[in-house]
């Protein structure tokens, strides 16, 4: 089951202001289609992340569990201050949204190439690495980007205009260093350290 959970709520909190969740904000202010919307990001965030799990399964076959352990404390930290730099929608990804294509295939291609090199696809990387169960961890990553960018499309700007970012980013920085502490802990006790 942690396979599954962490996963979820590692990517929720990553997804909080990225790039995907604006993009997921202007997909529904252009389409006003939302379950068209949801599934191609179902879709694309699965095959996105079901290659990068595929990558992290195997790079766990080169490092130990300690080694790991550690990868994953770092990378959480990393995130938690990726975390903290707001990201803007490129214009060339805003501008290639065309509604000739359709909610679906827009929303597929936008978010396949949006989530590429992005956070959420690095911390798929090192989860799948980390836990055993690579499916697992593949459907709590693409549940986590639902949970985060589901809201998104059903509600618009409802809540971005009433919450402050700096704020929902500085909660979830905080809540990856968290994360980063325990990841570190885990990686002392495999060590005998603790």
């Known amino acids: 089951m942690e396979s ?30 939302p379950w ?3 599934m191609g990001m179902v879709a694309s965030t699965l095959a996105n992340h079901f290659v990068a799990g595929a990558v992290g399964s195997w790079v766990s076959r080169f490092f130990s569990e300690t080694a790991l352990s550690w990868i994953l404390a770092i990378s959480f930290v990393a995130v ?18 065309k509604k000739s294509y359709g909610p679906f295939l827009t929303t597929l291609v936008a978010f396949f190439l949006a989530e590429m090199g992005d956070k959420t696809q690095v911390a798929t990387v090192m989860l799948a690495a980390q836990y055993p169960h690579f499916i697992l961890v593949v459907m709590g990553t693409t549940l986590g980007m639902l949970v985060a960018n589901v809201p998104v499309v059903l509600a618009g700007n409802f ?6 970012l700096v704020l929902i980013r500085r909660l979830a920085a905080t809540a990856f260093g968290i994360l980063a502490l325990a990841a570190a802990y885990h990686a002392l006790q495999l060590s005998g350290m603790f």
């Open 36 to 38: 068209p919307i949801i």
């Open 80 to 97: 938690a201050l990726w975390t903290l730099i707001p990201d803007k929608l490129d214009e060339d990804e805003a501008s290639g949204l």
């Open 159 to 164: 809540a971005a205009d009433r919450l402050p």
């Open 4 to 33: 599954l959970l962490v996963p979820t709520l590692v990517v929720a909190l990553a997804e909080i202001g990225d790039k995907t969740q604006l993009l997921a904000l202007l997909l529904a202010a252009r389409f006003r289609k």
